[in-house]
């Protein structure tokens, strides 16, 4: 059973194949275009999927060692993402799914997410036993999801205003780090004293998460330290990163851990672009080590948009016998 599976939600093209469940290949073309921005651009990021799209797909069937004629069915990405960007991915696979008279199913991105840890390349490859807790933390979500099934998905915590990545990418942004901030954040972050500076902290019932009162307290500290020493922020760049990444993970794991005791799972995963961070990771491992709860930490190419995980929930919705009909359109916003 062959499914090419088709990810194009944000600004990754991404195509991947998986034949009998494990992945035979995986490529993604990440749009440099967007970096001048600061930010996403939908309607460059939709031009760059059309360009994108049929090299990228033609580069996952050949490394699959496939033709178009060995496919089973067709996955593609619904949802949520930016509009113009879903269009051109749900297009390509309806249209390709006609001239080929094999079925399209359709993923919800978050669910993709959650089943990137069913990704498999070798049988012996171990997977998540259900239930289990994912914390999925990506520059548009932050939220805990509890996973009873494959598709049986209940958010039990979420953010009330911005998202972890969000929390990353806006205070790295205000240090004059280049967009995403995340990745740089991380990588100074290793050198600082993750002790040095204390941001505010959210008090949130129950299991949602805020982070914008952190955003402004850092920008606080920046604007009153700059005004009494303008190189503060260049003199300090790590020191900053460290104690903005330490308070985002202590964040993290307070809702993470009242979760695990609320609910009693013995597994947690992580997923989504924030997961790749090192100091997320190890928390995470740090924290189930201590439990005694099996953690699920995803290797980094599958962490960020990826359509290993689409072809993987494709092939789960395939094999339930779910399919799309051709009047479905992609949705913006929806929640698992
Ligand atoms: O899942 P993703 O690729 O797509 C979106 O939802 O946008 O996540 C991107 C987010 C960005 O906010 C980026 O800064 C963050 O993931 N990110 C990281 C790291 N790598 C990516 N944040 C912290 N540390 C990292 N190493």
Redesign the pocket.
Known sequence: MVVLGIESS?D?TSAAVVVDGLLRSNIIASQKVHEEYGGVVPELASRAHQQNIVPVVDAALRHAGVGVSDLSVIAFTRGPGLLGSLLVGTSFAKGLSLALRVPVVDVNHLHG?VLAHFIRKETSDVVPEFPFLCLLV????SQIILVRDYFDMEVIGRTIDD?A??A??KC?KVMGLPY????H??RLAAEGDPDRFNFAKPRIPGLDYSFSGLKTSFLYTLRDETKLNPRFVEENMPDLAASL?RTIIEILMGKLSRAVKETGVKTVVIG???S???G?RQAVADYCAAKGITAFIPPREF???NAAMVATAGYFKYLKGEFCPYSATPYARVTI
Request: with cysteine; hydrophobic share 25%.
């Open positions: 944000c990754d997410h990506s520059g548009g979500n998202a990545g969000e990353f990418d790295a995403p901030g995340g990745p954040i991380d990444q989504g672009g924030v790749a961070n090192s997320v962490t960020t948009d």
